[in-house]
């Protein structure tokens, strides 16, 4: 009979615990929501730079190898093997330039 109420009263004062620890200014998301998407974009810019440079190292190497640019950067096997939005850069395949858009 003892563990049958001991949920309910656990359940309760943990509720009570949380409402009480989220007062205005105490709640985390307040506290830290904007940092964490802050952060977030830092590293989706520093993720798109350091993609930029391997295409660029990966769109001279196939010059090289063909002959010739790409004609769009879903040719290039670094784009192909990994994982990399080509929707962020602006690609110019008369010239090789790539920009992050």
Do not use: H, W
Not at 75 to 83: G, M, S, T
């Amino acid at each position: 009979m003892f563990s049958n109420q001991v949920a309910p009263v656990t359940v309760t004062l943990f509720v009570l615990f949380f409402v009480l620890g989220c007062g205005e200014g105490q709640n985390p998301v307040q506290q830290y929501g904007k940092q964490v998407i802050d952060a977030k974009g830092r590293v989706e810019r520093v993720r798109a730079q350091a993609d930029m440079k391997a295409l660029e190292t990966a769109i001279q190497q196939y010059y090289v190898e063909n002959g010739r640019f790409p004609a769009s950067l879903t040719e290039l096997p670094l784009v192909q093997n990994q994982r990399i939005d080509v929707s962020l850069y602006a690609y110019d395949p008369a010239t090789g330039n790539i920009q992050l858009r």
